[in-house]
């Protein structure tokens, strides 16, 4: 097992009824601004709850945070702050409302150029920086959207205006205090939501799964055991979208998948969300579209490197123990893109009418962005990429 | 799934090397009271590390903490405190130290009578109380013996002297600051604590786990993985000691036994680790070898009522799947006590010398504590106990 820290303070309030703790889980004093998104909190009751649980408080409200939420809009939140003395963000929505509520809570008090909260906190943390912020706003959580983990972690994902990049930064200032996550406000999600969200989960496990051994056996059967929660709680979904207690499995599992436990002291990959972002940033495909189409090329590309935990993978979540490793490895891919097409969500470019010579400007795109190097080894270069890119037809 | 709250703050520093962190973790001008056992730090190195990564700290001692820690000399501990401005505690040993550290650092700031630190914050949600107190000591924690939890928990367990009584109590200001976890550390201990630590975290599971199903899928799986881990792990640490992956799952797995996750939002029994606590205080048994006697007891006599679950444990856990539900029950039962035996614990009074006239006394300790209503349905009365406890000969 590789050495590691792990610290999450995040508060979580899970289960029916729980917006109504608003009430008390933000101080009566606090001045609070309601970040949201296009305003399906609107038809869905969740905007009522939180608002009926704050009547006693002082709120303002931010909306229209949009997916891949971008820096210019955010920064408008910052004059509606500092004249209504807000010391109290709520972020009510998805993964891209949290994100773009995290950017807010450190932008607003940053000193200096606001994207500098984004380039000089990057995620990766190969690269050796210093923190730009030294404080944030205080800010809470009412999740409606599982897929993204950032609910219960410090990281976020945001976009320029009119540009095809997606840039992730995280600072150890930006976990929510609380986030309040009701199943019950995931039963009206669109199916095409669900499934994205059960396909991003999916491939936050794989990326910090499929590597190389180092013998972190918890991090392994915890790994193992989302993927089966998944694997085993999406069709009941899909066959009853109010089924409670499977939604409340597949939310928790999103939370669990990316709130820094199954990566502590294992090897990560992220290529898979690398390369999807690319495609993402020129075809505007989902970014859980992206990840169905990349992930099982990129298996089959590194196939030698991730041998032995691909066939522990087969095994424990597929329960294949028949044939040679490299059917095996055939099969448990086979069996992750028939799963993801189950949902609903197509794996191949050609389903989105995306043609061959795409891959060349999405090898262009990520020469532009330096991503040069990925994968748990470091060895998915740019030939790599294309070579998994092509695979995806 | 049932509604719950999960909090943990507790900062984990995992890996080899990591005491040398002290240095940075503990903010140079606190005055640190470096709290201990019997002497065991001195001879594995530890007690070096420690005070070569606090030479530029201000560090006094108090040690002596024994296993079920003293409330009278816990005591001990306060003028000390006074007298030195003392303003931050780090536990150095095992569940015992940490446990005492938490009651150190809970009635030092206390005004009142420091019993009512115990009795007034009891472990037993369902006892309605209003805590008692409202501040706390800072403190820390250097892991050398993987068992409890408590390095990730905010519950301690303490004793009266000459008395019989074990008493816990919990509360949110009671988690460490942080926890130093090397493995390394854990190379020496000898094979009884070994064991003892492995039953422990075992045992801490099944209490979580062994219960009636409510569909928290992912707290199962998670369960499991540890269950599964320990299985594996602890062979290897018996036939090598200093086998540093091994002994690095084991004590994750430890800590995962009991930080919250896989209680939250399931049912819990605690009735294996209350009739042991009954057997050590009459005649002295290892906190573990209590569990290993008391729990296939328990699953027998409760059967009807685990059914779902140990039928559940015996597939995943043990790769039961044939024969009918009594004998795959059986089965894992059978399998739970040998796996027990092989660490060098004997699961039967007898074992110990103890007779069944010991059973009468038992029942009427339980009966003192009143611990007349116990598990996860509240129906384990004196009755079921005294069928419990004689099923341990």
Redesign the interface.
């Known amino acids: 097992?590789?050495?590691?820290?792990?610290?999450?303070?995040?508060?979580?309030?899970?289960?029916?009824?729980?917006i109504a703790n608003l009430a008390t889980e933000i101080p009566k004093n606090k001045h609070i601004l309601l970040t949201y998104g296009g305003g399906s909190i609107k038809t869905n009751g969740v905007y009522e709850q939180v608002i009926t649980a704050l009547k006693n408080h002082a709120v303002f409200e931010f909306n229209g945070i949009a997916p891949n939420p971008k820096f210019e809009q955010l920064l408008e939140a910052i004059p509606i702050i500092k004249k209504n003395n807000i010391d109290f963000l709520l972020a009510v929505g998805g993964g891209s409302v949290v994100d773009g509520t995290k950017f807010i809570a450190a932008a607003a008090p940053f000193k200096g150029d606001p994207w500098d909260v984004v380039k000089k906190n990057p995620s990766d943390t190969s690269i050796r920086n210093i923190p730009s912020i030294d404080t944030a706003m205080p800010f809470g959580c009412v999740l409606t959207l599982p897929a993204t983990g950032s609910e219960m972690n410090c990281g976020a994902v945001i976009s320029k205006v009119n540009s095809p990049d997606k840039f992730s930064f995280r600072h150890g200032l930006l976990y929510p205090q609380f986030s309040i996550l009701d199943p019950a406000t995931t039963f009206t999600l669109p199916p095409k939501q669900t499934a994205n969200g059960v396909i991003d989960t999916f491939v936050h496990v794989t990326e910090q799964y499929l590597t190389y051994p180092?013998?972190?056996?918890?991090q392994d059967?915890?790994a193992?055991?989302?993927l089966?929660?998944l694997i085993?709680?999406a069709p009941k979904v899909f066959a009853d979208p109010n089924n409670y207690?499977?939604r409340?499995?597949l939310m928790?599992?999103a939370t669990?998948g990316l709130n820094g436990f199954i990566g502590?002291?294992v090897p990560g990959d992220w290529a898979t969300h690398m390369l999807g972002h690319e495609i993402t940033a020129r075809f505007g495909l989902d970014h859980g579209e992206t990840l169905a189409i990349v992930l099982p090329s990129l298996l089959n590309v590194k196939r030698k490197q991730k041998r032995e935990k691909i066939l522990q993978y087969g095994q424990r979540v597929w329960g294949i123990t028949q044939g040679s490793d490299d059917a095996r490895i055939d099969n448990a891919i086979e069996r992750t893109r028939t799963f993801f097409e189950s949902l609903g969500v197509k794996t191949k470019f050609s389903a989105y009418g995306i043609s061959i010579d795409a891959v060349s400007a999405l090898i262009e795109q990520l020469k532009q962005h330096n991503l040069v190097v990925l994968g748990e080894h470091g060895d998915i270069d740019l030939k790599q990429s294309e070579l998994i890119y092509r695979g995806c037809f």
Chains 1, 2 share one sequence.
């Open positions: 097992m590789l050495n590691f820290t792990f610290n999450n303070p995040t508060k979580i309030l899970f289960g029916k009824g729980q180092v013998n972190g056996k918890l059967r915890f193992e055991g989302i089966l929660t085993e709680e207690d499977a409340a499995n928790w599992s669990w502590a002291g």
